[in-house]
């Protein structure tokens, strides 16, 4: 019975996703779906690549957090069309909530649609949204093992960025192991290593978004 | 009808727990169900606190991953009693998970029982496990507005640690803004602000986990 019930929720997810990668498609503007654990540094690297992307494109950004507005005030701050969707304890977001969301955000004018999910590296992976490409944020904090704990996450990235790079100094962490753990369970998905604070690799992450989304200049 | 499920498998989760709650009881084993995001340090804070309080009490972990033993063969490596629950993709440990490890863990040995849930800071707080008490670890990379973007979690903590405070030199935290939300969320609750790595404020932790647990020594 959960079972069932399981992948009718599941299925009907997937017919709403459907609908808006169409409609996504028709309107030519190119959706990424940005998922990690709380505190990875998702919304910094909205505020980094939004500031790199500037003039090159019309971006737009839906933010998803269980509580608060205190992402989208950020994104705000830099002029850039945003919309916030708490889901009010959910740990997910989900394709009925970006189909609302877009009742309040004028996609069809917009090059790029940044999603960010709930801060969560396991449930939000397994939701549709529609998006052309899903991208993993972790952290040097979170540790070397992620890959492995969390596979479900990291083999359906396109793309992993691993930030906070300026904190390698004073972690015991395992560049090269990471590495290989991502290159073994996903050989496809490239690896930025960057630092949101520091500005550093920042430029190889956007100019990968800029080439994989041919509406940016 | 998805609400309808959703409220049976809760059901029979707080059955199954209620009694895993009465054996425990007639048992004399406290139970912590210990929660956070990926890479919080909650194996790290479970080595450091199996360390100081060897020889005061007989402590035994149930360990929940997604996927790996890793967390488990960290903690055998102390010599004390561990059995992996891995979840193969669900977000969080469940009563009947706990129910199920228990045949490989002679818990009537026990004073007290350590469980790690899996890395996640939204869904394993709905699971009750039959536990004593809850403890959120949460860490400074992790910023200092998690407590207003996930109020669940640290609502339903009897304590919270607060870990990797070695890093506050590197990092934009603001600690007093932290202990203000915790105070105006959850005022009942402790908060240990901690190094794993550097041993800073463990003893503090370790002391509050003796005295709310009179099995140990």
Known sequence: MQVRLGRRVFEENDRIAEDLRLRFRELGVSVVNIMGSPGAGKTSLLEKTLQKLNGT?????????????????RIARLGTPVVQINTGGKC?????????????LDVSALDL????????????VQFDLGEDRKIIVCSLPEGDDKIAKYPAAFSAASAVVLNKLDLLPYLPFDCDGFRQSL????????????????????????????????RIA
Chains 1, 2 share one sequence.
């Open 57 to 73: 494109c019309r971006a737009g950004v839906i933010e998803g957090d269980i509580a608060t507005s205190l992402d989208a005030e």
């Open 92 to 104: 997910h977001l989900d394709a009925a909530m970006i189909n609302k969301a877009l009742h309040d």
């Open 113 to 124: 649609l940044l999603i960010e999910n709930v801060g969560n590296l396991v449930c939000p």
């Open 183 to 214: 290159r073994t369970l996903n050989s496809e998905a490239p690896l930025f290593e960057l630092s949101c604070k520091s500005g550093e690799g920042v430029d190889e992450w956007t100019e990968w978004l800029s080439r994989t989304n041919p």
